[in-house]
C-alpha cells in the first residue's frame, strides 16, 4: 500500500488512472483524425495536452506522478507507465507549440508582398521557412506521439491485469467495455479477460455483480448474477446472492412481502459460510425489518 493512502482511496486512484488513461488514448485519436482531415485548431489540442491542468494528459500525468514517482512501494511496470506518460506529455506540447505556431503565423505568408519594404519581405520570408519547418515538425510529432501512446496502452493492459483484485475494477471494465474494445480489438479485450479473470466473461461479470452489491446498487447486482444463471452456472453460493440482492431490491420498493421470500429463501440455502457469511448478519437484520412493516401494514 501507498504511504498514507487507505486501501480504498489507493483503489479509487487506480480506477481514476485508468479512466483518464483511456481519455488521454481517444482524445490524441480524435486530434489526429482532425489532423488528417486539415481540421486540427489549437482549441482541439488544448483539451489533449496543456500546462494548465485542463487537458486529459495534463491530468494523467499528475495523477501518475502522485501514485507512482515518489513511492518506494510502486512496480517495475508502475514505474514504465509513469516515465512513458512523462515523455509523452513533453513529447505533445511540443506538438502543441507547434500548431501554435502554424495557427498563429502561418496567414502572414499571405501579406501582399508589394507593401512591404525589402527588409519587411525578408522577415515574412524568414516566417514562412519557419511555419514550413514548423509543419514538418507537427507531422513527426503525431508520428512519435503514435508510438508512445500504443506503448502506453500496451503498458495499461499490463496495469490493468496487475490491479485485477482491485474490488472496483472489474465493474469499470464491464462498464468500459466499449471503450476498452475500441482500443484493444475485440479479441485483444477478450485476451485481457483471461489474463486478468481465469474464468474470462463470466467471472468479470460476478466480480462486477460483487462490486455493485458492495456499493448498494442492489437491483443491477441482482441482474447480473441472474445472467450469470442464464448461462448455466446456478451455485448455491450464486443463487444466495441473487436472492439476497433481491430481498434488498424488493425491500427499497416497499415491495415487503416479496422481499421477505427472497430473504428467508436465501437464510434456508446452505451457504459456504467463509465466503458469504459476512452477508447473513445483514439478511438477519434485514428479515427482522421487513417482518415489523409486514406487522406495521396489517395493524
Known amino acids: 500500500m501507498r504511504a498514507n493512502m487507505t486501501t480504498t482511496n489507493l483503489e479509487k486512484k487506480q480506477i481514476d488512472l485508468i479512466k483518464e488513461s483511456i481519455s488521454v488514448y481517444e482524445k490524441s485519436m480524435e486530434c489526429r ?28 500525468k499528475e495523477m501518475s506522478h502522485e501514485l507512482f514517482r515518489n513511492s518506494t512501494d510502486a512496480t517495475y511496470k508502475e514505474k514504465l507507465y ?8 513533453h513529447e505533445a506540447m511540443k506538438l502543441r507549440e507547434n500548431l501554435y505556431q502554424l495557427e498563429y503565423y502561418r496567414p502572414q505568408r499571405d501579406m501582399d508582398l508589394n507593401t512591404l519594404t525589402d527588409q519587411e519581405k525578408k522577415v515574412i520570408h524568414e516566417i514562412a521557412m519557419l ?5 514538418t515538425r507537427l507531422k513527426e510529432a503525431f508520428k512519435e506521439i503514435k508510438v508512445l501512446l500504443n506503448q502506453l496502452v500496451g503498458q495499461l493492459r499490463d496495469l490493468i491485469v496487475l490491479y485485477k483484485d482491485n474490488y472496483l475494477l472489474p ?17 485483444g479485450f477478450e485476451n485481457l479477460l483471461d489474463m486478468a479473470y481465469a474464468d474470462g466473461r ?18 443491477t447486482a441482482r441482474l447480473l448474477f441472474k445472467k450469470i444463471m442464464r448461462t448455466g ?7 444466495f446472492l441473487y436472492l439476497y440482492a433481491s430481498a434488498y431490491y424488493f425491500h427499497l420498493k416497499n415491495m415487503f412481502t416479496r422481499a421477505l421470500q427472497c430473504a428467508e429463501r436465501a437464510r434456508s440455502l446452505d451457504i459456504d459460510e467463509s465466503a458469504h457469511g459476512t452477508y447473513m448478519n ?3 437484520a434485514l428479515i427482522s425489518d421487513i417482518t415489523k412493516e409486514i406487522k406495521k401494514k396489517k395493524k
Open 282 to 284: 445483514s439478511l438477519e
Open 171 to 187: 465493474r469499470f471494465v464491464f462498464e468500459n467495455e466499449k471503450a476498452l474494445t475500441r482500443i484493444y480489438g475485440r479479441k
Open 33 to 60: 483524425a482532425l489532423f488528417k482531415g486539415k481540421e486540427l485548431c489549437f482549441a482541439s489540442i488544448e483539451e489533449f495536452v496543456d500546462d494548465r491542468g485542463k487537458s486529459h494528459l495534463f491530468r494523467l
Open 131 to 135: 511555419v514550413i519547418k514548423a509543419e
Open 82 to 89: 509513469d516515465i512513458t506518460i512523462g515523455y509523452t506529455f
Open 202 to 219: 463470466e467471472l468479470l461479470i460476478f466480480k462486477a455483480a460483487e462490486s455493485y452489491l458492495k456499493s448498494q446498487y442492489f437491483d
Open 233 to 239: 452456472s446456478n451455485s448455491t453460493g450464486l443463487q
